[in-house]
């Protein structure tokens, strides 16, 4: 078995098929809130920079696993959210890694087109503290109505 890489499929052995009856059993190790959630981050896999922080179920996790590209699941909407499917700006998984208390999923991901957060920043994380107050760091490198309508 080969784990790693960004290709669809490279998180599980080529062999292996996801049906939704049956649950992989190394999501079993995961613990999942009261919700059936497991927060993830992304994180920039050469420069370890945090992108964003969204939530998993089981299915949004094993079809990341799966495809080898972030998946989330969306609470606003109740459903699943394959990372950039109306932006572009998908998230190619290098590598999924899980905390010493199996609640928080790490995904080291190359985010494609350079702009990971809705706002059209390459971070979520554009705010710092400072002087007791939030100050915007980041740029908008293309703006939203631009990237998602208007």
């Known amino acids: 078995m080969r784990y790693g890489g960004y290709n669809a499929g490279t ?10 009856q049956q649950t992989p059993s190394w999501l ?4 999942w809130n009261a919700d ?25 996790l094993a079809q ?10 969306s609470r606003s909407r109740q459903k699943l959210w394959h990372k950039g499917e109306e932006s572009g700006h998908v998230q190619a998984v290098h590598e ?3 905390d010493c208390d ?25 705010r710092v503290l400072k002087d007791g107050e939030w100050q915007v760091v980041d740029t908008v490198l293309k703006d939203p109505a631009q990237i998602y309508g208007a």
């Not at 052995?13 to 049906?19: D, K, V």
């Open 11 to 20: 998180f599980l052995p080529r062999a292996t098929s996801m049906p939704t």
């Open 28 to 31: 079993d190790a995961v613990t």
């Open 36 to 60: 059936g959630l497991v927060t993830a981050i992304a994180q920039d896999h050469k420069t370890g920079r945090v992108l964003m922080v969204a939530w998993m179920n089981h299915e949004a």
């Open 64 to 73: 990341t696993a799966q495809r080898g590209e972030a998946v989330y699941w």
């Open 96 to 98: 999924i890694r899980l």
């Open 102 to 126: 199996a609640d928080v999923i790490v995904l080291q991901v190359e985010q494609r087109g350079g702009i990971a957060c809705h706002t059209g920043r390459a971070s979520c994380f554009y």
